[in-house]
Structures are given as structure tokens and as C-alpha cells.
């Protein structure tokens, strides 16, 4: 059974999931052995699929969300209470969120223009800024939007001439990559998250990928409640109940199979767009600078202006086309209102024009020939 159309709705959708088939046999087979538990073989080999996909002698503990893995990452890191984290401030707010989990303050850092993700220059300023008031950052989170890779040279520079190790948050981003080098193998520790809208989804869950065997076991002991070995419930330490389940661990065991396919398509997505509306005054893309190949995740595009942002998201609406504005950054969300902040104006401006458009790898070429033009007939082409 290849669910590739979302049944219950007729609207064409931002990004759903696209189950490619291979899935169903591995639940059956969880089932078939009554593995079904927070352990068992699809974990392991999910876990193997992934060590193998990156291809860097990374090791991977998988969890039950990305959230979780960036919760365990932190605290991994030894972030405390009343500690400072530098995190970019264009994301989604589950990258920032554990900071709060552990009762630190995050450091928001705004954009460069050229991949939309965290500025060196801001947040090497900032780093300095923060010392001279007495706290040095416990971490960096950065964040590849969209797909695409974040500065991830110069930000490792930075972060060994401070000595701040970066969690990097590609849960966007997997199947990206940057120089030849997958995205996920950047950080100190790197997390994916398999969401329901990400390239590939195992309904809900995460990973947290870190540099050695040692972490990963820590990993997998924090996110088992800390159970010392033996049969005593035996615990020194505060846990969580963090693991992902033998059943999801099968559909992300299906799904690894198709990523750099969904890749291709999601990208074929951004090609159309691109090609199609490009020459329309008012309307860019995002370019991939040299090196960068974005698995282009979401197909974001920029209008002139708000107002003809909302006024397109309506017309597309109206016509039974999903879409959302970009991110809304975190030093603009009510909640981290009283949040350190250095800003020089590119996320928000992002955020005022920026429209993501259906980028499921499910998408028909009719679905896309449609969308454009609607696009098109809303500037008066038809
Ligand atoms: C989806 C997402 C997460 C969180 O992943 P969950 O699995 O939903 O907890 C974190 N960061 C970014 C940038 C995301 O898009």
C-alpha cells in the first residue's frame, strides 16, 4: 500500500508524508517477533542505516523527537542552570526551546542573506560581547533552514577559537550537504528529526548524532529513564523516557531507502518554481552558494513586500494550495520577548516576505503546474 496522495484532503498540502512502501514490512516483522518496545532490531538498524548514510564514523541514538535530541545534546554538553546559549534566532521554536528545558537563557543571533542562517560576524560579536560581561556561551545552536547548510566553515572556526561546541540542528536538512560532506556531521553533535513534515518522517521522532560510542551509550542511557545495568532499578542520575519505539524505527528503516530520491524530487520542486516564476518582478529564490547543495526541504520563495505575502498565501488559499509564511524568528515570538537578542534586520525581513510553498516530494507535476499558475494568474499572467 503507497499512500503518495494525502486521502483525507483534497488541498494540496505544504508537506506531507510520503511513505514509499518498504515501511510496512518491517512493522510486520516487529510485530511478527512482538518487539514492540522502545528496543529491538528496527532500532538498531535504523540506527546502522543512518551511521551508514553519513558516512563519518558519526554514531546515532535515535529518539522519539528532534526536540529530544537537541533536550539530550544540551545537556550532554553540561548546559546548566543560568547558563548562556548562543542559537540562531530563524528557526523553529523546538531549536530553542530545550535551552529553557534546563533553566538557561538562549543568546539569539540573526541571519546572514546568503543562507539565510546563523551570521559568523554576529555571532562571533556576540561571543565576545557576552565574555566581556563576565559569561562565556556553553553552546552554539545552528540551524540549516529549509535544506540548506548553514555557514558551516567559518561557524567551526569560530567555535574552536572560543572553544563552544555547536549542536548543529539539521532537522531540515537531511540528505543536504555541504562541500561533499553531509549535513549531520558538522556538529559536536547534530540532530535530525523525522516529524511528520520532514523529507523523511517516521510520524514523530529524532536523532542525536555525536563523535563517539561513549556519547551515544550516554545518549541511550539518558533517554531510558538512566536505568543503571542490572536488575535493581538502580538510579543515580535524572533520566527521560526519550527512546524511539521498534515500530517507528521500522518506518524510518523504510524511508532511509528513498532519501536521496525524496532529495531529487524535492529539489525537481525548487527547480519548477524557480524556473517558472523567477521572471516575475518581485519574486527571488534562495541560490545555493558554491559548495552548498540544499536538499530543498521547503521551496521558500521572497515577495516586494508583506502585504503581497499575505494577499498571495490568501489567493492560494482560496484555491486549495497550502502555504506558510517563513519562520517567524524567535526574538519576535512573545515568549522570548526578553531574550538577549543580536539582530541586523535579515531574519525578520525574511519573515515579512518570505512564502513556503508545497514541497512534498509527493507533489505530481500537475499539482506543480497548477500551483505556478495560480502564482502566475495572481500578477496577472495567465
Ligand atoms: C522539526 C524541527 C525540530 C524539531 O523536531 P521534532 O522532531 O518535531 O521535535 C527542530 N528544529 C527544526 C529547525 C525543525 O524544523
Same mark, same amino acid.
Given at each position: 500500500?503507497?499512500?503518495?496522495?494525502?486521502?483525507?484532503?483534497?488541498?494540496?498540502?505544504?508537506?506531507?508524508?510520503?511513505?514509499?512502501?518498504?515501511?510496512?514490512?518491517?512493522?510486520?516483522?516487529?510485530?511478527?517477533?512482538?518487539?514492540?518496545?522502545?528496543?529491538?532490531?528496527?532500532? %538498531?538498524?535504523?540506527?546502522?542505516?543512518?551511521?551508514?548514510?553519513?558516512?563519518?564514523?558519526?554514531?546515532?541514538?535515535?529518539?522519539?523527537?528532534?526536540?529530544?535530541?537537541?533536550?539530550?545534546?544540551?545537556?550532554?554538553?553540561?548546559?546548566?542552570?543560568?547558563?548562556?546559549?548562543?542559537?540562531?534566532?530563524?528557526?523553529?521554536?523546538?531549536?530553542?526551546?530545550?535551552?529553557?528545558?534546563?533553566?538557561?537563557?538562549?543568546?539569539?543571533? %540573526?541571519?546572514?542573506?546568503?543562507?539565510?542562517?546563523?551570521?559568523?560576524?554576529?555571532?562571533?560579536?556576540?561571543?565576545?560581547?557576552?565574555?566581556?560581561?563576565?559569561?562565556?556561551?556553553?553552546?552554539?545552536?545552528?540551524?540549516?533552514?529549509?535544506?540548506?547548510?548553514?555557514?558551516?566553515?567559518?561557524?567551526?572556526?569560530?567555535?574552536?577559537?572560543?572553544?563552544?561546541?555547536?549542536?548543529?540542528?539539521?532537522?531540515?536538512?537531511?540528505?543536504?550537504?555541504?562541500?561533499?560532506?553531509?549535513?549531520?556531521?558538522?556538529?559536536?553533535?547534530?540532530?535530525?528529526?523525522?516529524?511528520?513534515?520532514?523529507?523523511?518522517?517516521?510520524?514523530?521522532?529524532?536523532?542525536?548524532?555525536?563523535?563517539?560510542?561513549?556519547?551515544?551509550?550516554?545518549?541511550?542511557?539518558?533517554?531510558?529513564?538512566?536505568?543503571?545495568?542490572?536488575?535493581?532499578?538502580?538510579?543515580?542520575?535524572?533520566?527521560?523516557?526519550?527512546?524511539?519505539?521498534?515500530?517507528?524505527?521500522?518506518?524510518?528503516?523504510?524511508?532511509?531507502?528513498?532519501?536521496?530520491?525524496?532529495?531529487?524530487?524535492?529539489?525537481?520542486?525548487?527547480?519548477?518554481?524557480?524556473?517558472?516564476?523567477?521572471?516575475?518582478?518581485?519574486?527571488?529564490?534562495?541560490?545555493?552558494?558554491?559548495?552548498?547543495?540544499?536538499?530543498?526541504?521547503?521551496?521558500?520563495?521572497?515577495?516586494?513586500?508583506?502585504?503581497?505575502?499575505?494577499?498571495?498565501?490568501?489567493?492560494?488559499?482560496?484555491? %486549495?494550495?497550502?502555504?506558510?509564511?517563513?519562520?517567524?524568528?524567535?526574538?519576535?515570538?512573545?515568549?522570548?520577548?526578553?531574550?538577549?537578542?543580536?539582530?541586523?534586520?535579515?531574519?525578520?525581513?525574511?519573515?515579512?516576505?518570505?512564502?513556503?510553498?508545497?514541497?512534498?516530494?509527493?507533489?505530481?507535476?500537475? %499539482?506543480?503546474?497548477?500551483?505556478?499558475?495560480?502564482?502566475?494568474?495572481?500578477?496577472?499572467?495567465?
Amino acid at each position: 500500500m503507497t499512500n503518495n496522495k494525502s486521502k483525507l484532503h483534497s488541498k494540496i498540502l505544504l508537506s506531507p508524508p510520503h511513505m514509499s512502501g518498504h515501511e510496512q514490512k518491517f512493522i510486520e516483522d516487529a510485530f511478527e517477533q512482538n518487539w514492540i518496545s522502545p528496543l529491538g532490531p528496527n532500532v %538498531d538498524s535504523f540506527e546502522n542505516d543512518i551511521e551508514l548514510y553519513l558516512n563519518q564514523n558519526r554514531h546515532v541514538a535515535v529518539l522519539n523527537s528532534g526536540t529530544a535530541a537537541i533536550h539530550l545534546a544540551l545537556k550532554m554538553i553540561g548546559v546548566k542552570a543560568n547558563d548562556e546559549v548562543l542559537c540562531q534566532t530563524k528557526t523553529f521554536v523546538a531549536s530553542v526551546n530545550p535551552v529553557k528545558y534546563l533553566g538557561a537563557t538562549p543568546v539569539l543571533i %540573526d541571519s546572514e542573506k546568503e543562507t539565510w542562517n546563523i551570521c559568523p560576524k554576529l555571532l562571533e560579536e556576540a561571543i565576545v560581547d557576552r565574555m566581556s560581561k563576565g559569561k562565556k556561551p556553553k553552546a552554539i545552536i545552528a540551524v540549516s533552514l529549509y535544506g540548506m547548510p548553514y555557514n558551516a566553515t567559518q561557524i567551526e572556526t569560530i567555535s574552536k577559537k572560543y572553544d563552544i561546541p555547536v549542536i548543529e540542528d539539521c532537522a531540515e536538512a537531511f540528505g543536504s550537504d555541504l562541500n561533499g560532506k553531509k549535513c549531520g556531521t558538522f556538529g559536536d553533535f547534530s540532530i535530525l528529526s523525522f516529524n511528520g513534515n520532514k523529507i523523511i518522517t517516521t510520524s514523530g521522532g529524532g536523532a542525536l548524532i555525536s563523535k563517539s560510542k561513549g556519547f551515544k551509550n550516554k545518549a541511550i542511557f539518558l533517554a531510558s529513564q538512566a536505568k543503571e545495568p542490572g536488575e535493581h532499578y538502580l538510579h543515580q542520575t535524572i533520566g527521560y523516557n526519550y527512546r524511539m519505539s521498534n515500530i517507528i524505527a521500522g518506518i524510518g528503516r523504510g524511508q532511509i531507502k528513498v532519501l536521496d530520491e525524496y532529495v531529487s524530487l524535492r529539489r525537481r520542486n525548487f527547480k519548477y518554481y524557480q524556473q517558472s516564476l523567477n521572471h516575475i518582478k518581485g519574486i527571488t529564490f534562495l541560490k545555493e552558494p558554491n559548495g552548498y547543495r540544499s536538499n530543498r526541504w521547503l521551496t521558500c520563495m521572497l515577495l516586494d513586500n508583506e502585504t503581497t505575502r499575505n494577499n498571495v498565501m490568501e489567493w492560494l488559499n482560496n484555491h %486549495d494550495i497550502e502555504s506558510r509564511p517563513s519562520w517567524k524568528p524567535m526574538h519576535l515570538q512573545p515568549v522570548y520577548k526578553n531574550t538577549p537578542a543580536y539582530l541586523n534586520g535579515v531574519s525578520s525581513e525574511l519573515h515579512r516576505r518570505g512564502l513556503c510553498l508545497p514541497s512534498g516530494s509527493n507533489l505530481s507535476e500537475k %499539482d506543480l503546474q497548477r500551483i505556478v499558475n495560480i502564482i502566475k494568474s495572481y500578477f496577472g499572467e495567465t
